[in-house]
């Protein structure tokens, strides 16, 4: 499990297109919330096994005023096998009802934008952003559902920090 | 669970294309063994956690000159997402080395060819053949393993009956 | 796992006190059936957790008429913790409605007669008679559910050899 | 699931013994930790093969400077099967490393004095007590591990409210 150093708000998704949403995602309208982010695969065993039953777990447990449960297409192999197509027809038959973004495919190369940004190295990855939109956690394969409910509930108890500058955020200050 | 009342030798699967084999699967070159047959979808919850493991436990559990396991992909819903690519995306990602075949689509509707002929009703259904080709059971949903386990040593166990022409088969006889 | 090599039939059980049983079970009255004995003890995690489940699965799986379902209580360990009354609580509070015998302890060391008499190594451990009353399979340790079924079908699907001298058995001639 | 409303801290249990601990514990001495206590019983079928794999789950992901892991041992019925040696040898092969307690017998009846104390209605039982020893959550049944989780973690992330009157506590104000 690694845990990320920062203290920046981390950037938006790149996505082709919002699944499950009646229109995009942004975690900068989340902010407040903490957010779960399941990086997955449809054709990922370990993703279908573990990390889509979890995020449903994390849906059921903590409350959505709480936690916000996303889903993140980050097809990096087979892409004929996972496009847009394939995910919705997943998503219809393992009852997957929160929004699920489809990383966007690179030009250059098999992996997408926001998996190459966000630095992920495989799938499942679980993306933990606090209620500040900085990302605290960023765990590739297996965790245990005792340690994501602790992750999770340790992040939804931090207080937001009042802003010095209150008008001030994403590096600008607004008047 | 259903038995299949019958002792006439199965008809032949209706296949597009068999993956993982060197050339086309026939029921009739299988005589002697016993086979099972997984008639599945790469997308059916079931079937990915339930009959494709315990197609590989059959595999490993039992000696290939007995029996012989093999995977039919019966697509008849979400086509779009479960062509030959997806298909070959799948078996590799889950580590699937018996042969499957790609049930004939239809000209005529959703359901292919081979689950038409068979009557199947869905997916996954478990297809048990005796040593002589004929269908003895035919499961739809979850089997137990040790039901499993069961039925194909009892079908093991079967000694071939001899036949009273034993030149003649498959509607012919031979010099 | 091991196969037992013999053709003679097994000796009788040495038991304390049959539970679950309204008089004591004897190996030979239950001649012409399989019977599958799981040697336990009832403070053994793998005993708890695989081999009773597994037992209530062959009682559920085969018909009484060909299959029977004993359990064995070897207690090598703990002997105090598990008498007949922990014995009785535990047969109660685990729904176990098959006859269990307590295997009889020794008045030499803590290894029970039958488990001293049949050598077994541990627990759990499935023994497997055939019909004819002889130990087939001794097996230590986890059996897979799809394994048991296998070789219980096995054995149900043997025909009884009839003997040459039918009124010979057990290495005597009755007139 | 229940959650128990009340701000006084719980009362000590009434303990017998307590194994795998050098001397009684308290839970006047464990203030300052979240505390949990896993009431149940070494016969029932629910606490071995939920709440006892649970428990280690809690002592593994939490450190313990912020919780504790008790087991209460509250024999309620079969109190001849679940005597103190039995449960020595039950620690011994379950692998328990935590402090369990030998809740106190009652002389009036089967239910035991701190299982009568709290109310308890059966085991599993889950009790947490937050940092200042107020019982918080007093669960019957299965509950998920994302749950245990989640809970236990809102629990550590509490700060200690600062006492009006810091030297008095317990009904009683020291110089």
Redesign the interface.
Known sequence: MSSVVTTVAAPEFRVANWLNASRPVSLARLRGKVVAVYAFQM???GC??HAIP?AK??RH??PREDVEVLGLHTVF??H???GR??L???I???RIDFPVGIDQPSDNGPVPLTMQQYQLRGTPTLLLFDRQGVLRHSILGKV???????????L???TIAQPQHPHCNDGACRI
């Open positions: 054709l990922c065993p279908v096994s979890q777990q994390v447990t903590f192999e087979h004929v096998a996972m197509a394939a919705e027809a997943f219809h038959e393992y245990h559902d005792m340690q994501v409910g602790a992750l999770l509930a340790g939804v108890a931090e």
